[in-house]
């Protein structure tokens, strides 16, 4: 169960907070329902998010095991089968999926798939293009933003779309210049 759950990330899941964005600035979080309605909000992107997170480390899973570090993830090592990786991957999605078309919203639920489609699309076929994969993950920041202004039905300024995206392109470009770094030093 400890490796089930190391693999679905649950760190990166602060990532999530961005869909608070929108109701914070439009001054409704505090709102009755509003917070109940962010907390489902919150697990289907958790769990969207880990779904990704699953086959991102099944895809890697080959290239990981010639890795010194990256060989004892998971998957990598074999301590969680790829036939269960994919399992816990798609029930997972499938979950985020219908929790958040019951329990948040129709169009909420289109955002959560639009999420999942472009983290496949990143892990099969963007990660490694310079430029293109911090402009995804810049993107994946902009949906949870809308996400989150869809799951309370309220409005998003361009100005906080900007914000975001400035944001998320500094943390992205960081991100690659230090592992830039960190390869030059080894």
């Known amino acids: ?41 919150f697990i289907c992107f958790c769990a969207i998010a880990s779904a990704g997170y699953y086959i991102n480390d099944i895809v890697d899973a080959p290239k990981d095991r010639l890795h010194p570090v990256k060989k004892n993830r998971a998957i990598a090592s074999g301590k969680i089968s790829t036939k269960l990786a994919w399992i816990i991957a798609w029930v997972t999605a499938l979950f985020a999926i219908l929790f958040g078309y019951v329990f948040v919203g129709r169009f909420f639920s289109f955002m959560v ?6 983290q496949l699309i990143y892990s099969f076929y963007i990660r490694n293009v310079i430029i293109l994969d ?14 989150g202004a869809l799951a309370v039905e309220v409005s998003v300024s361009s100005w906080l779309i900007l ?18 770094t960190l390869l030059m030093q080894h």
């Open 1 to 41: 169960m400890y490796h089930v759950a190391r693999t679905a990330r649950p760190r990166q899941w602060l990532k999530n907070l961005a869909l608070l964005a929108a109701p914070v600035f439009a001054g409704v979080l505090f709102e009755q329902g509003i917070a109940l309605q962010m907390t489902k909000a």
């Open 134 to 147: 911090a402009l995804t993950v810049a993107t994946l920041f902009i949906f949870r933003v809308i996400s």
């Open 113 to 118: 798939i639009a999420y999942l489609v472009l």
């Open 163 to 180: 914000a975001t995206i400035g944001l998320s392109l500094l943390l992205a470009f960081g991100k690659r210049r230090s592992e830039k």
